[in-house]
């Protein structure tokens, strides 16, 4: 479980470091002052040495075409590509650090004409071309507490079909010795389509191992009349479906975007033992009416996992239906952190232990 989170030149932040996270963990603030890059971050740390996690934070964003020459570049502070991101955690596993450094480095480049491609019915159009070039290599190194090093380089590739290209990135390969037992982290993006195939293949698991009455519960705290959930292959594509005594079985997405969010929510605290769920605007589609019970649900869910939850917030709602969750908390496991750019341009996180967000909300202070 992470005790402190560190970062460095990661898209709006010179510097930030947020400390005494606790198992439950709001962060909340203004627009634009890097709530859902602080979850990125967390995401990239994840794991440690796989470039891959870049390149599908910015897919989160909604950024999945980009250029080879800006590829990755809004990862970085000021988009400066010559700059290195720096993160570092503390947490229970170990008493140092773990460190990642993420820079980019020159590389020559090559193309492959159609010419000397041996299947000729690649060529889709008249004078076509495919070829592949690289032009940077993304390097991840990684120190973990015992000083060990690793690093991981991702070769930028551009692949070209006629008009088109697809820019992406090919793990070219690594130094040190190969991770063990990387915890499991699970990113649920605000704009995420509502209960997709990653859903169903959770739910589907969970049911196989005997694991989804657990699920079933937390839903039914926002809908008492649920019976039962399942999978359901039907119009194309699995899917899963409810029974709330209709006489007949209807898709979980005709419950309202608050189940949807609720049960994603739910099925990757589930599928992340001992690891890390993040949520970017958690309160998306659930009503303030029931965000206590939810909370409560979700806190008892996540510690029956030993997972650790991080999730951004805008509404004061939600965070007084957090803290009312987790007021008689013997095991104070409720941080709020707030995130603030100074008139210098720098950013601070201010953490609000239990006591000091009840002083604040009691108060009815401004701190979103």
């Known amino acids: 479980m992470y005790r402190s989170f560190s970062i460095k030149n990661f898209r709006c932040f010179d510097e930030l470091t947020v400390e005494g996270m606790g198992r439950i963990n709001l962060i909340a603030g203004k627009n634009n002052v890097g709530k859902t890059a602080l979850l990125e971050a967390l995401w990239v740390h994840s794991g440690e040495v796989n470039p891959n996690l870049a390149v599908r934070v910015e897919a989160f964003r909604g950024l999945e075409q980009q250029t080879l020459e800006h590829f990755l570049e809004s990862l970085f502070k000021g988009f400066d590509r010559n ?209 206590e019970k939810v909370w409560k649900a979700i806190g008892a869910f996540a510690r029956s996992y030993d997972v650790q939850l991080f999730a951004t917030t805008h509404s004061y709602e939600c965070i007084g239906a957090a803290y009312r969750a987790f007021e008689a908390d013997e095991e104070d496991e409720l941080r709020l952190f707030r995130i603030q750019r100074n008139t210098d341009g720098q950013y601070k996180a201010v953490t609000y232990d239990r006591e000091r967000l009840g002083g604040v909300l009691e108060l009815r202070m401004e701190f979103i």
């Open 83 to 291: 700059l290195a991101i720096e993160i570092s955690s503390t947490g229970d596993w170990e008493e140092s650090p773990f460190y990642q450094k993420i820079y980019f480095q020159d590389r020559s480049s090559f193309e492959i004409p159609l010419t000397e491609l041996e299947n000729d019915q690649l060529a889709l159009f008249q004078n076509s071309s495919i070829g592949i070039r690289t032009s940077h290599v993304v390097v991840m190194e990684y120190s973990d507490g015992l000083g060990q090093t690793t690093v991981t380089k991702g070769r930028l590739v551009a692949r070209h079909m006629g008009p088109v290209q697809d820019v992406g990135l090919e793990v070219a390969y690594e130094t040190g010795q190969p991770l063990q037992d990387l915890a499991t982290s699970i990113f649920l993006a605000s704009r995420r389509a509502s209960v997709g195939l990653e859903d169903v293949n959770r739910y589907s698991e969970l049911e196989v191992n005997g694991e989804a009455e657990g699920v079933l519960e937390i839903l039914q705290t926002v809908e008492p009349e649920l019976r039962r959930i399942t999978v359901v292959s039907a119009r194309q594509a699995p899917s899963i479906y409810a029974d709330v005594g209709a006489g007949r079985l209807i898709p979980i997405q005709l419950m309202g975007d608050g189940m949807s969010r609720i049960l994603s929510l739910a099925l990757a605290i589930a599928s992340a033992p001992e690891g890390t769920v993040l949520v970017d605007e958690i309160e998306n589609g659930i009503h303030h009416s029931v965000m």
